[in-house]
């Protein structure tokens, strides 16, 4: 499932890094790395898992670490890949309801794609309290 996050809580897109294990942690969590010096939980998007629930990683060699930052904190996000920035401005038709709970806002087209637009500080709120 391709999804968008908010530009302005994107700090950077890197390359696949192995998360280092934590033993406990719970289902989403894949582990931490350590970014020039600052240690950040690596997590799947709940929902919306790196190409669906079976799987707990991107495809080798081709995954990214998309690094945000969710209630003044960094987390790294795993993804199958960073497609493009664009500039998406739903409609009115295209807000969705079911779903805004959990974070999914909005169900856009980008070119001929299907596009879930994503509120972060939602649907990563309670992956926050893990990183306090």
Avoid at 43 to 61: F, I, M
Avoid at 101 to 121: K, S, W
């Amino acid at each position: 499932m391709r999804w968008a996050a908010p530009v302005a809580q994107v700090r950077e897109v890197l390359a696949w890094s192995d998360p280092t294990p934590v033993p406990g942690a719970p289902a989403g969590v894949l582990g931490v790395v350590k970014i020039r010096g600052i240690t950040m939980p690596v997590l799947t998007v709940p929902g919306l898992e790196v190409a669906g629930p079976a799987r707990t990683s991107p495809l080798p060699g081709s995954g990214r670490l998309l690094v945000v930052e969710v209630g003044g904190r960094p987390i790294a996000l795993a993804t199958d890949a960073v497609v493009t920035v664009a500039k998406v401005t739903p409609g009115a038709g295209d807000r969705v309801q079911v779903g805004a709970e959990r974070g999914v806002t909005a169900l856009v087209e980008v070119g001929d794609q299907p596009i879930l637009t994503v509120d972060l500080d939602v649907l990563l709120a309670p992956a926050a309290t893990l990183v306090a």
